[in-house]
């Protein structure tokens, strides 16, 4: 699948990514861990169906997962809210990260969301302070993490539930700090210029990868992951029992401190490519030569 991501226009990644018949979280949660049980609410004021969590056994570990849930057809989509997360879905995620560590469980947390709910209703209940308040905190999770962008990965909505020890990406996904149609009309005030958007991004797996943001690309079935759950599924399991093995065996205050330096210096402690990107050249060339005339 390497060749096929590297003839993939961007805006067909784009497009695989939000493909209406990709595999969402529970697709890969019930065949990562078919006994897995969901859990509801944030114990404060409501449920959050974009956002499923519960407990799982996954390599022989009861495991905590997480992962936004867009809906399979349009009336589960309008009750999932296209996976947009209200502020109680982001409280409900941290209930469950603070569970997983009152018992030790590790976590799995699957990204695929548009970007938190814009509406006036989470507006109202505090949505920026909630993602703000979840990133913080996930710093403070002590057992070992592994988030995987499964789809679209944009936005705070995004990077609420994926502060963690290693971060994945599908091979056919986007992570993206907005939404292409959303950085067209920011920047442009035109969202139809969406596709040039997500050309300047730097939002595909490779670009990721390229400069150190992830740590591995999860290579999936010829033609994108809705062509084979299953086989889409097994590739996923592999890669993140390969990431989340090591991390069982270190105490909790390695891996604290791990996470806060690969956020804080990511690009120099994941293996990012020193030639990606654009080069900032001086404006100005001094020559050794005229520096030292300047100097006699």
């Known amino acids: 699948m390497a060749a096929q991501r590297d003839t993939l226009s961007i805006w067909q990644v784009v497009e695989l990514a939000r493909h209406r018949d990709r595999p969402y979280s529970l697709d890969y949660i019930k065949r990562l861990a078919p006994d897995f049980i969901e859990l509801h ?3 404060i004021s409501h449920d959050d169906p974009a956002v499923v969590a519960g407990v799982g056994t996954w390599h022989g570990l009861t495991t905590v997962f997480i992962g936004q849930q867009k809906g399979r057809n349009l009336a589960d989509r309008v009750a999932r809210n296209w996976g947009m997360m209200h502020p109680e879905g982001f409280r409900k995620a941290l209930r469950m990260a603070r569970q ?4 030790g469980f590790p976590i799995i947390s699957l990204v695929d969301t548009p970007g938190a709910f814009p509406g006036e209703s989470a507006e109202e209940r505090g949505i920026s302070s909630a993602i703000g308040a979840a990133i913080m905190e996930w710093f403070e999770i002590a057992v070992p993490a592994v988030a995987v962008v499964i789809g679209e990965g944009s ?9 963690a020890d290693r971060v994945l990406m599908l091979e056919n996904s986007l992570y993206t700090v907005a939404s292409p149609e959303a950085a067209a009309s920011i920047v442009w005030r035109d969202n139809a210029r969406k596709v040039e958007a997500a050309a300047q991004l730097q939002i595909t797996s490779r670009d990721l990868l390229a400069m150190g943001v992830v740590e591995e690309v999860v290579a999936e079935p010829e033609g994108g992951a809705h062509a084979d759950y299953d086989d889409a599924a097994r590739t ?3 890669a993140l029992w390969r990431h989340m093995e090591p991390l069982l065996s270190m105490e909790p205050g390695e891996l604290l401190q791990h996470r806060y330096e690969r956020f804080r210096y990511v690009d120099s402690l994941v293996a990012a490519d020193p030639r990606f990107g654009p080069k900032v050249e001086p404006k100005v060339q001094v020559s050794a030569e005229s520096g030292d005339a300047a100097g006699g």
Do not use: E, H, Q, T
């Open 155 to 163: 936005s705070g909505g995004a990077l609420g539930i994926a502060v």
């Open 236 to 238: 996923l399991d592999a």
């Open 100 to 103: 997983a560590v009152k018992f």
């Open 41 to 43: 609410g944030d114990r």
